[in-house]
C-alpha cells in the first residue's frame, strides 16, 4: 500500500501543493491511500481504486494509523515535513520538507511561536531514522537543511508547481503601479511592514495600488488594511482567491512584490513570474533560489520596502526570470519505483 500522508495541509502553498499532487496521482494508474487533513472543507474526488481518510491533524491520531496499518505500507510520501511518528519496516518513506520556518525561525515571531518551533524540530529530529529521504525544493532550502539537521547522504531537491492551463477568454491588460503579494497572513509573511512602507511611499510618490490577499482570521492584518483604506490610501484585499481566479489577477498586475522573511519555496513569486508580472523579492537567499528579480530590497526595513516601492513607481525595470522547473514527475517516479 502506498500512503500519501498530508495530514497536515489545509491551506496556503501547501494546499496548492496538495491539490496538483492529488491531481497528477488521480490521472495515473497509481493505488494510493491518501491521510487528509479534515480541516479541509472541499473534499477530493477520488477514483475507486484509491481510498481517502479525513483525520484530525494530531500526533495522536497519526501515530495510531501508522500503528495499525504498518505491516500493509510498502511506501510512504510525507506532503508535511514531519516523519511518521514509528518507523515502518520493509517500506520506503519520502518526506516533502516545504517550511524554512523550522530552519531558522524570523526574529519577529512572538516568544510563544518560537517555543513551538523549537519543540516541533525537536520532533523532528526525533523522528527523522523514520525517513528514508528528505525531498527539498531548492538548492538553498537544501543546504540549510544539512546545517541544520546533518542528513547529506537522505536528501534529494525536487521542486515540484501547478502551472496554470491556459483559458480562452481570459483578456485583460496590465494595470500600471500595481503591486501584488499573493499570500495569507502568517507572521514570517510580513504584511504589516509592507502595508506601512506602501502607506509611505504613497505618501511621497502619490501613486500606486497594492493588491492583497488576506484572509479575515488574520484580524490584526485585516484591521490595518482597513485602517488604511479609511485614510485614502489605495490598498484592496480580496480575501481568499480561489486558484482558477487567481490567474486574471497576476496577469492584470505588474509587479509582483515579496516582502515574506521565511520560504522555502515562494510560490506567489514563481506564478507572477510564470505570468509576467515584474519581480520585487526580498534580499534573502529563497528569492535568488528560483528567479532572476527586477529589483529586491530590505525585508527588515520599512524604509527599504517604501524606497524600492518609489523606484518601481519612479523608473521602467527590467523583466524577472524564473531559474526552477516543475518536476512532478519525479515524485511519481518514486511512488512507482519498486
Known amino acids: 500500500m502506498i500512503v500519501i500522508d498530508c495530514i497536515y495541509i489545509n491551506n496556503g502553498g501547501g494546499k496548492v501543493l496538495l491539490d496538483y ?55 510512504v510520501f510525507v506532503l508535511g515535513n514531519i516523519p511518521p511518528l514509528l518507523r515502518i519496516e520493509n517500506a520506503t518513506v519520502y518526506t516533502y520538507f516545504h517550511n524554512t520556518i523550522y530552519l531558522d525561525v524570523p526574529n519577529d515571531f512572538s516568544l510563544i511561536e518560537h517555543i513551538k518551533y523549537y519543540f516541533k524540530v525537536l520532533i523532528i529530529k526525533m523522528v527523522s531514522r523514520n525517513t528514508n529521504f528528505w525531498i527539498v525544493q531548492t538548492n538553498e532550502v537544501y543546504f540549510q537543511f544539512i546545517q541544520k539537521f546533518k542528513q547529506k547522504n537522505k536528501i534529494k531537491i525536487i521542486p515540484f508547481f501547478s502551472e496554470f492551463k491556459e483559458k480562452e477568454g481570459i483578456s485583460c491588460s496590465r494595470i500600471q503601479n500595481t503591486f501584488l503579494y499573493v499570500s495569507n497572513g502568517q507572521a514570517n509573511k510580513n504584511h504589516i511592514r509592507l502595508i506601512k512602507a506602501f502607506c509611505k511611499a504613497y505618501d511621497i510618490s502619490g501613486k500606486g495600488e497594492l493588491i492583497l490577499t488576506v484572509g479575515e482570521n488574520f484580524s490584526e492584518i485585516v484591521l490595518l488594511i482597513e485602517e488604511m483604506q479609511n485614510k485614502g490610501y489605495p490598498i484592496h484585499n480580496l480575501g481568499l482567491v480561489e486558484r482558477e481566479d487567481l490567474r486574471k489577477i497576476y496577469l492584470s498586475s505588474e509587479y509582483i512584490i515579496y516582502p515574506s522573511l521565511s520560504e522555502s519555496f515562494g510560490l506567489g513569486l514563481l506564478e507572477g513570474g510564470n505570468q509576467g508580472c515584474k519581480i520585487i523579492g526580498a534580499d534573502l537567499p529563497y528569492t535568488y533560489s528560483i528567479c532572476e528579480p527586477s529589483l529586491v530590497f530590505n525585508p527588515f526595513s520599512e524604509n527599504s520596502i517604501r524606497d524600492v516601492i518609489i523606484s518601481a513607481l519612479n523608473s521602467c525595470q527590467v523583466g524577472s526570470k524564473i531559474k526552477v522547473r516543475d518536476q512532478i514527475n519525479e515524485i511519481v517516479f518514486l511512488l512507482r519505483k519498486k
Open 21 to 75: 499532487l492529488v491531481d497528477t496521482i488521480e490521472n495515473t494508474n497509481l493505488s494510493v491511500l491518501y491521510l487528509f487533513d479534515n480541516r479541509i472543507k472541499k473534499h477530493y474526488s477520488i477514483k475507486s481504486s484509491n481510498e481517502a481518510l479525513y483525520m484530525k491533524p494530531s500526533l495522536r491520531s497519526r501515530f495510531l494509523f501508522y500503528l495499525k496499518n504498518q505491516q500493509r505500507i510498502s511506501k
